[in-house]
Nanobody, 121 residues
Framework: QVQLAESGGGLVQAGGSLRLSCVGT????????MGWFRQAPGKEREFVAG????????YYSDPAKGRFTISRNNAENTVYLQMNSLKSEDTAVYYC??????????????WGQGTQVTVSS
């Protein structure tokens, strides 16, 4: 079992930045791939970024490429999502996710509770 707790969401103006954090407890954090998903009102939940167990591999959706950076600190059981140049279309609830097959199939074994990100234009 893995419990995930996100923080760092909020209201930001278009063009601004936010950093989301997700702390994992339970299973050894370094043994599982991590990622971020988001869900905007009326839309399906979508993959944003993923990172391998060691942090050596990172993966991004097309909207996130060049603006978002995922990273992790296994010593602190934390994964981050640095979001720059935010746009109104980035407004969504952002979910931290963990899964052994997350990077290949986007299958998630554990979800966080979500944190709201609102970008005002």
């Amino acid at each position: 079992q893995v419990q995930l707790a996100e923080s760092g969401g909020g209201l930001v103006q278009a063009g601004g930045s936010l950093r989301l954090s997700c702390v994992g407890t339970g299973r050894a954090f370094s043994t599982i791939n991590m990622g971020w998903f988001r869900q905007a009102p009326g839309k399906e939940r979508e993959f944003v970024a993923g990172i391998s167990r060691s942090g050596s591999g990172t993966y991004y959706s097309d909207p996130a490429k060049g603006r978002f950076t995922i990273s992790r600190n296994n010593a602190e059981n934390t994964v981050y999502l640095q979001m720059n140049s935010l746009k109104s279309e980035d407004t969504a609830v952002y979910y931290c996710a963990a899964g052994t097959s997350l990077l290949g199939t986007r299958r998630v074994d554990y979800w966080g509770q979500g944190t709201q990100v609102t970008v005002s234009s």
